[in-house]
């Protein structure tokens, strides 16, 4: 099984990062770039364990609060293949 | 417009970041995790111009090539909604 999980930072929270593309976009001659925030992209490979789809999300999500998101300040989703 | 870039490594080229993570999971009790790779994740907001979806995807595709992404050892992919 494949997830991809994304973890971003929550709407409220400045994203420096972001700014800076933005910034250097415009610096480089693209115009109507409004807005640039930034985020992680994982791409989990999971054995065939045999176990049922809502325990891998559940497993998933544990993963994301546990691990890879900062739940104070960023939200995760994720998509889950065959 | 929002146009969202993810730019990952390659498949050929190590992903130390990923197999660190892997580790961790698998420190953290999670069990059958094969293989995490990391990327990033640009969400991109753009000023309603006028220009045509093509115009624009071309936009995207130099920006990638310009800024977000280093096509040496990165790919990279995106989406545009209206």
């Known amino acids: 099984m494949h997830a991809t999980v ?3 930072l929550k709407p409220s929270v400045l994203d420096p990062q972001g700014k ?3 910034h ?5 001659g ?3 770039v409004e807005d640039v925030r930034v ?8 054995a065939e364990s045999g176990q049922t789809r809502e325990n891998v999300e559940t497993q998933l999500r ?3 609060e ?7 300040i960023e939200k995760f989703s994720y998509t889950l293949e065959e």
């Open 39 to 46: 985020g992680k992209l994982f791409r989990i490979s999971l």
């Open 30 to 32: 693209f115009a109507g």
């Open 20 to 22: 800076a593309i933005e």
């Open 24 to 28: 250097s976009l415009s610096s480089l």
């Open 66 to 72: 546990r691990l890879l998101a900062n739940t104070v």
């Open 6 to 8: 994304t973890v971003e």
């Open 62 to 64: 544990q993963m994301c």
